[in-house]
C-alpha cells in the first residue's frame, strides 16, 4: 500500500536524512518541501523520484500551494514532518522582538500553518487506512505527524531564548494536538534532538574538542527517531536518548540547571534546515 510521506527542510540535514531512511521503506512516495529547489531534485534523483515543491514556509500562500500539490498529485497523506526551522544567536536586550518574531514565524507558526492547512487531507487517509498492522509481515505505519523539536523545547540557553520560546509552544501544541486527533486517527510524534551535525549547526566548537565531541550525533539519528515517533506511533524521542535526563533535571533541580547552562557560549543545535 503506497505510503504518502511529506518532509520539510528536506534539502539538508536532518531533513535529507529523513528522506533517505523513509526511501528505504516499502512503498514510499517522498513530497519533498525546501527553499532550495536544487538541492531537492538532486535528493529526489539521488532517491530514485519524489515530488519537489520548492516554497519558503513563512510565505502566506505556502501552506495552500502544498495542499494542491499533494492533492494533485497523491490524494493523500499519511506522515507530516514538520522539521524546517532555524537559530539566530543573539540576547534579548540586543536583539529584542525582532528576533524572536523571526523564530516564531519558522519554528512555530509554519508548522501550524502547514498543519492547519493539511489536517483534513491526513484525517481523510486516516478514515480510508486500515488499521495499522502490527505482525512481523507487516509493519506499522501509522497516519501520523511529527514534530522536530529541540531538547531547547525543555532547557533554555542564555543568547537562544527565541529559539527556545519557539520550541517551547511547539512541544505544547504537539501534546494538545496529539489528544485532539487521536480520535481521528493521527498521531502526533515529538522529536526533541540536542546538538546535531547540520548545515544551520555545523558544531565546530564542539567537535574540535575531545571533551565534548562526544555531544554531538549525525542527522541519520534523528531520522530514526522520527521513523519511530512517526509511523512507529512512538509518543516523543530525545536524540540522543540521554538528553531526557537533562530536561529531567530541569523539573527537579531547575536551580542547578539553570547554572550549568547559564556560563555555556555554545548556540542552540537547529532542528531542520532548508
Known amino acids: 500500500m503506497t505510503y504518502v510521506a511529506l518532509i520539510t527542510g528536506a534539502s539538508a540535514g536532518i531533513g535529507a536524512a529523513t528522506a533517505r531512511r523513509l526511501a528505504r521503506e516499502p512503498d514510499v512516495r517522498l513530497v519533498l ?20 515543491i520548492a516554497v519558503d514556509l513563512t510565505a502566506p500562500e505556502a501552506p495552500a500551494r502544498i495542499h494542491d500539490v499533494l492533492q494533485r498529485e497523491h490524494g493523500a497523506l499519511h ?14 536586550a540586543e536583539q529584542g522582538w525582532a528576533n524572536v518574531q523571526r523564530h516564531l514565524a519558522l519554528d512555530l507558526e509554519a508548522p501550524l500553518r502547514l498543519t492547519e492547512e493539511l489536517l483534513p487531507l491526513l484525517r481523510a487517509t486516516a478514515a480510508a487506512s486500515p488499521e495499522p498492522a502490527s505482525d512481523a509481515g507487516s509493519p ?23 529559539y527556545s520560546a519557539a520550541k517551547f ?37 564542539l567537535v574540535g574538542r575531545a571533551r565534548t565531541r562526544w555531544m554531538v550525533c549525525e542527522p ?12 512507529g506511533g512512538r509518543a516523543e524521542r530525545y536524540v540522543p536518548r540521554w538528553y531526557w535526563i537533562v530536561a529531567a533535571l530541569r523539573i527537579l533541580a531547575p536551580g542547578l540547571v539553570r547554572r550549568a547552562v547559564a556560563g555555556g557560549g555554545l548556540s542552540t543545535a537547529t532542528a531542520g534546515g532548508e
Do not use: K, M, Y
Open 33 to 52: 518541501v525546501a527553499r532550495r529547489r536544487e538541492r531537492l531534485d538532486a535528493l529526489a534523483r539521488e532517491l530514485g523520484g519524489a515530488t519537489v
Open 79 to 92: 506522515l507530516l514532518v514538520n522539521n524546517a526551522g532555524a537559530a539566530w544567536r543573539g540576547r534579548f
Open 140 to 162: 506499522v505505519r501509522r497516519v501520523a505527524i511529527v514534530n522536530v523539536a529541540s531538547t531547547a523545547s525543555r532547557v533554555a540557553r542564555p543568547n537562544s531564548g527565541g
Open 169 to 205: 509552544a511547539l512541544a505544547g501544541w504537539s501534546d494538545a494536538l496529539h489528544g485532539e486527533e487521536a480520535p481521528h486517527g493521527v498521531h502526533v510524534g515529538l522529536v526533541l534532538p540536542g546538538f546535531v551535525r547540520t548545515e544551520g549547526f555545523p558544531a565546530a566548537e
Open 220 to 231: 541519520e539519528l534523528v531520522a530514526e527517531a522520527i521513523v519511530q515517533c512517526g509511523p
